[in-house]
């Protein structure tokens, strides 16, 4: 199992909900590695197995790197969770085109080749099994994008359309599916009054949780009958 950006938040949540189900995780960061240490120490005092490994997934010898990792060290790879991101408020009137790369290169070169990597690997598995499966963390304002950062929304979007293709690239050796999070974990203090103000607004009269998110992982991963497809966890957003 690999999961990017898994030094703090929702990717290390994700880590530690996996590992909790027995997945043998690779624990990636870019920069982060003191945080990203702890996201494997605390996996390993709960009784699970993992190792971290720092790689630029803007670059393609961060990816390949990463992309060796879970074979080299516990000899076979399974599944992916796509969840490395970077969220930054930049208008259209402001955004460039090297914040356009880093987008699009995080957000969605690095998540395909990864997953083609992957796909490449269950190439050489003789014996038939359950088909790997990769996930990929999006977000639900794709389907209500705001102003504030729309190179990040156009890329996220693409991110969700890449499932279905690769669903059908990858199938039936490997499933691809979405997860898109609404607002789950305030990054500074104004997100606190923004998701109290949204909330209200609701269908559910409740934000999702960091835990509903991690639950919509898991779940893709083990129905082995799910691919191409993206979940909501967001408290009804996506419908207002």
Not at 55 to 63: F, N, R
């Amino acid at each position: 199992m690999v999961v990017t950006g898994a030094s703090d938040r929702l990717g290390r949540m994700l880590a530690l909900g996996l590992a909790a189900r027995g997945a043998k995780v690779v624990v990636h960061c870019h920069t982060q590695t003191g945080s990203a240490d702890k996201t494997v120490a605390l996996i390993q005092e709960r009784g699970g197995t993992a190792f971290r490994l720092s790689a630029d997934l803007t670059s393609m010898e961060g990816i390949e790197a990463l992309a060796a990792s879970p074979v080299e060290h516990f000899g076979r790879w399974d599944a992916l969770v796509n969840s490395a991101s970077v969220f930054r408020t930049i208008g259209i009137g402001e955004v460039g085109e090297a914040d356009w790369q880093l987008d699009q290169d995080l957000h969605q070169r690095a998540p395909f080749f990864l997953s083609k990597a992957l796909y490449r690997f269950r190439e050489t598995v003789e014996v038939a099994e359950t088909p790997a499966c990769v996930v990929n963390i999006t977000d639900t304002g794709v389907r209500r994008p705001t102003a504030s950062r729309p190179s990040y929304y156009c890329a996220k979007s693409a991110l969700e359309s890449q499932a279905r293709i690769l669903g059908v690239a990858f199938a039936p050796l490997v499933r691809v599916n979405t997860v898109a999070p609404g607002a789950v974990i305030p990054a500074v203090q104004a997100d606190e009054t923004y998701f109290a103000q949204l909330k209200k607004r609701l269908p559910l009269g409740r934000l999702a949780s960091p835990e509903d998110v991690v639950d919509a992982v898991i779940f893709l991963f083990e129905n082995d009958s799910i691919t191409g497809q993206t979940i909501a966890v967001d408290g009804g957003e996506h419908l207002l």
